[in-house]
DNA sequence: CTGACCTATGCAACGGAAGTGCATTTATTG
DNA sequence: CAATAAATGCACTTCCGTTGCATAGGTCAG
């Protein structure tokens, strides 16, 4: 529990109980969680909160958006040492259509892609859908 | 026009007035075209013949759905030979944060990744994001 | 030609999700 | 303890995708 205060502090964010709560629940996960899930977990808290909540995390670097084509935002924690914002420290991401669950592949960079003439990239977003490695191994 | 007709008949689309301007409109953008884009464009369609004539569209590999990260569906026309369901057709997407369009790079396949062991791979997304070549140049 | 039929279109409404404004509670600091 | 700032909760809005049902319009058999 007070890794988890340290943690929040460290990235400039209020320690509150509903924060380390939300906090000590992705870490849990550890697979991308929606706004909606945080939802069904909390059922007495308010969905603007949560939502906040979410919001000022990944303001601070405490999580990552993932959009993984299901047109709904997950978040997942930031691994220790990420920095999200960097190009070289783009990961993709693998959406299983079987338990539609989506995870982060931290070990796997998005490739460097040759653009056309003109083009500067800033940023990328790389979604693989597939099976996943628990379905697969039914 | 009479090329629009013929094209939606190869594809299996019976060539209706709505479905022959939705074509064009399509084919002139040149760029990823929402559901809210072309609703503009025909003030007088409504909503749902446009939606339902995208999801006819798509599903008969006359366009392809893009999803750049906006949030919004967007469609593109598919180019002649395009197999957009084969893993090894699938191209990258540009979305251009100042002009707000999204261009696919038809040339451009998504690298072939390799994922962990138990991971199976059927579909990809990838959608860079930075500066396009219209707006650079300014 | 005509009626039966299928398809396309139009209208209305629903539902999920993101987001905002404002009031209230909780925490911090002088 | 008072003053201030931050976090939380409630109500509501907007946007987009989607569906159900009624109607119009083209197609085909008799």
């Known amino acids: 529990m007070k890794e988890i ?3 929040l502090n460290d990235n400039g964010v209020r320690p509150t109980a509903m924060r ?4 000590k ?9 929606s706004l909606t899930d945080i939802e069904m ?3 007495k808290a308010d969905r603007t909160t949560l939502f906040r909540t979410l919001k000022t995390f990944e303001k601070q670097g405490v999580v990552h958006q993932i959009d993984d084509g299901t047109g ?3 978040y997942a924690l930031c691994e220790p040492g990420c920095n999200c914002e960097l190009e070289q420290d783009l990961h993709l991401h693998f959406h299983c259509n079987n338990c539609d669950e989506t995870v982060c592949l931290t070990e796997h960079k998005i490739p460097h892609i040759n653009l056309p003439e003109g083009f500067v990239a800033e940023d990328a977003n790389l979604v693989l859908k597939g099976i996943c490695d628990k379905c697969s191994g039914q």
């Open 20 to 23: 380390i709560l939300i906090y």
């Open 41 to 43: 977990a909390f059922a």
């Open 25 to 33: 629940y992705l870490a849990e996960k550890e697979v991308a969680t």
């Open 72 to 74: 709904v935002q997950k």
């Open 5 to 7: 205060e340290k943690k």
